[in-house]
């Protein structure tokens, strides 16, 4: 176990629905990042948050958003799904005067 | 500019001997360098990671090795075992926006064959 927590952990759901993946840091932190990752494919950078601010945005498409709550959890909302959206979603944190980031299980979305 | 190149994309090698994978990145700010090990269907693993204030890191049969004025960082692992079978991901820090972020490579498909 990382101490970085995704779920739902797989995710089947038809085009032009909207899913909600939820990610949870390592106790103490602050920074979340969310990759995606295509079959066979790298780990595409989406969005970073640091304590409830965005810090960072990558290749991520309008249709998806994201969001850090107090807690610290984060949310990445994805809508209007398409074929080419199903993917391995990773989120993964990293604690403050550290390099290193921890990632979660993923979620495997699938879109149909 | 953000970009990591990685090289070769898939590699295989005989169990018992050696593997190289190679990284080159643009931002000559970056300053720390990781390696993540990804086993199929599983999370990334951060395996080693050198800082650029040194030359080259050795932990057990995993080294890695970077050279700042060329811009270019290695892996290397010696004495190769079926379970060094996964994708390796070489990774460099840039600032962008003021905020810290990791850009990854490619990746690479290591297969050992037995």
């Known amino acids: 176990d990382s101490g970085v927590t995704q779920t739902p952990k797989h995710l089947i759901t038809a085009t032009g629905q909207r899913v909600t993946l939820r990610c949870s840091p390592r106790?103490?932190?602050?920074?979340v990042y969310w990759y995606q990752q295509s079959l066979d494919q790298g780990l595409q950078f989406l969005i970073q948050?640091?304590?409830?601010?965005?810090?960072a945005k990558g290749n991520i498409l309008e249709r998806f958003s994201a969001q850090q709550f107090p807690d610290l959890h984060s949310e990445l909302n994805l809508s209007s799904l398409e074929l080419g959206d199903s993917a391995l979603y990773f989120c993964?944190?990293?604690?403050?005067?550290?390099?290193?980031?921890?990632f979660g299980s993923g979620t495997r979305l699938t879109v149909v | 500019g953000e970009n990591v190149e990685q090289h070769p994309s898939t590699l295989s090698v005989q169990e018992g001997d050696s593997a190289v994978i190679k990284c080159t990145y643009s931002d000559s700010a970056s300053n720390y360098f990781p390696w993540y090990k990804q086993e199929l269907g599983k999370r990334p693993q951060l395996i080693i990671d050198?800082?650029?204030?040194?030359g080259e890191k050795k932990d057990q049969r995993i080294a890695v090795t970077l050279n700042k004025t060329a811009k270019h960082f290695s892996l290397h692992i010696t004495e190769t075992q079926p379970e060094d079978s996964a994708v390796y991901f070489c990774?460099?820090?840039?600032?962008?926006?003021?905020?810290?972020?990791?850009?990854f490579g490619q990746g690479t498909r290591l297969t050992i064959n037995p």
């Open positions: 106790s103490g932190d602050l920074s």
């Open positions: 948050y640091y304590n409830g601010e965005e810090r």
């Open positions: 993964a944190s990293r604690g403050t005067g550290s390099y290193g980031y921890t």
């Open positions: 990774a460099a820090s840039i600032r962008i926006q003021g905020a810290q972020k990791l850009v």
């Open positions: 050198i800082r650029s204030n040194v």
